[in-house]
């Protein structure tokens, strides 16, 4: 598998439940990125991974949101307590060296919809 | 605070001419710019970037322009085909930043 590719692909869940969302980023990408998209709006930058690094979580809506990242491989963003204003596209993608101004490479993107 | 804006929210063009997408910016700090295309229930895919020593970047029927003084740039389609029909994102970043993306235009070329 060449791409950036994300589970579940859709989600339905309840007000309140807690959900995690997979990143499998391309191999030897050591940048990783999740963004969110909702509808109607653009990309919403959420959190990055670099290498080793400390993530740079400025984009995170909310303390409910947190992410995981082992090594430079999956990445795993967990929503607590979901509310509906967190139904979105939630995108990751991935990138070569030095993050940033490297091409991203975008997986197809978990459809959430919380009730 | 959006650093990277996209006014546009559609465009509608005729098969055959020229699509013309824009996007300015803010941060003065930006030295990189791209273009992303999105098809419906897929991602974002990367199209063209351009770098700030560059005021033009060509790669087939697309042409990106970058007017630094203006903080301003372009994305050029020539022939527009019903297949560029799409959500096209503008991005900008500093060096070692993350990408900054605008709201997106939706391009719609009819046959």
């Known amino acids: 598998g060449a791409g950036v590719s994300q589970s579940p692909s859709n989600k339905v869940t309840e007000k309140g439940k807690d959900v995690e969302l997979r990143c499998d980023p391309i191999?030897?990408?050591?940048?990783l990125y999740w963004y969110r998209q909702r509808l109607g709006q653009g990309l919403e930058f959420l959190i990055y991974f670099q290498g080793n690094s400390a993530p740079d979580k400025s984009g995170l809506p909310s303390d409910r949101f947190s992410a995981e990242r082992t090594g430079e491989s999956v990445s795993t963003l967990t929503i607590q307590r979901t509310q509906q204003e967190d139904s979105a596209v939630y995108l990751c993608?991935?990138?070569?060296?030095?993050?940033?101004?490297?091409?991203?490479?975008f997986g197809p993107g978990t459809r959430l919809l919380v009730l | 605070d959006q650093q990277v804006k996209q006014n546009s929210p559609s465009l509608s063009v005729q098969e055959g001419r020229i699509s013309i997408l824009n996007c300015d910016y803010t941060n003065s700090m930006f030295d990189y710019f791209l273009w992303y295309k999105k098809y419906p229930a897929e991602g974002p895919t990367f199209l063209i970037s351009i770098s700030s020593i560059k005021d033009k970047n060509e790669d087939g029927r697309f042409t990106v322009f970058l007017n630094k003084s203006a903080k301003h740039l372009s994305l050029h389609i020539v022939p527009s085909q019903p297949g560029d029909s799409a959500v096209y994102f503008c991005a900008a970043t500093g060096y070692g930043n993350k990408l900054v993306f605008g709201a997106g235009t939706i391009l719609r070329v009819k046959s």
């Open positions: 191999s030897g990408h050591t940048a």
């Open positions: 993608a991935s990138s070569g060296t030095s993050g940033g101004g490297e091409t991203q490479y």
